[in-house]
């Protein structure tokens, strides 16, 4: 049995959606009385400009957060750094 996770409901569920828009559109059921091609292209721009702004802010939180592992590990290496010091030391006194 497949494992269904979110990624794959998202895209059928894209995929359905864009099926039945597809065929709505073929058979011009509702006509097209209120939506022009000005009101269509505007939008579509709006959409995409808050897609962009959720992108450009999903890229900042990771870089904020890829920030705050590569000090922990900095730190981690000072550690160890020191650790293995200290065990040359050690294994030079015996």
């Known amino acids: 049995m497949k494992k269904w996770s979110l990624a794959h409901f998202c895209a059928y569920l894209s995929l359905a959606i864009s099926i039945t828009l597809l065929v709505l ?3 011009n ?3 097209f009385t209120v939506v022009s091609l000005d009101s269509f292209v505007g939008v579509i721009v709006a959409l995409l400009a808050i897609i962009v702004a959720f992108v450009v802010g999903w890229q900042i939180y990771n870089s904020i957060e890829i920030k705050g592992k590569i000090e922990e590990l900095s730190a981690l290496k000072e550690i160890i750094n020191v650790q293995e010091k200290n ?4 294994s030079l006194n015996t």
């Open 87 to 90: 065990i040359k030391q050690e």
């Open 25 to 27: 559109w073929c058979c």
């Open 29 to 31: 059921v509702g006509g």
